[in-house]
């Protein structure tokens, strides 16, 4: 079994920063792909980027990058998110998404509110 833990949500201004991070616990010998999705109010959930073991990275949406920063620690089982000049529409729920042995797990989100 494998669980995800989601740290780093909050309330901040439009333009501020925030720094996510989801930690892997359980029995596993490595992690494989891993992602961050949001879901705002009313839509549906989305990916926002995603990693690979051996760090590739890929952006889902012109309106994250170079704003938003994917990264992994494989020896901590750790991956952050670190959203800069973050926006309203950055508002929603985020979810760490992770393949362990090729099964897929997610955790149980954590809230992002952009708002002055």
């Known amino acids: 079994q494998v669980q995800l833990v989601e740290s780093g949500g909050g309330l901040v201004q439009p333009g501020g920063s925030l720094r996510l991070s989801c930690t892997a616990s359980?029995?596993?010998?490595?992690?494989?792909?891993m992602a961050w999705y949001r879901q705002a109010p009313g839509n549906q959930r989305e990916l926002v980027a995603h990693?690979?073991?051996?760090?590739?990275?890929?952006y889902a949406s012109d309106s994250v990058k170079g704003r938003f920063t994917i990264s992994r620690d494989n020896a901590k089982n750790t991956m952050n998110l670190q959203m800069n000049s973050l926006k309203p529409e950055d508002t929603a729920v985020y979810y760490c998404?992770?393949?362990?042995?090729?099964?897929?797990?997610w955790g149980q989100g954590t809230q992002v509110t952009v708002s002055s």
């Open positions: 359980g029995s596993f010998a490595s992690i494989g792909y």
């Open positions: 998404n992770a393949f362990v042995h090729r099964k897929p797990y």
């Open positions: 990693i690979t073991s051996e760090g590739g990275t890929y």
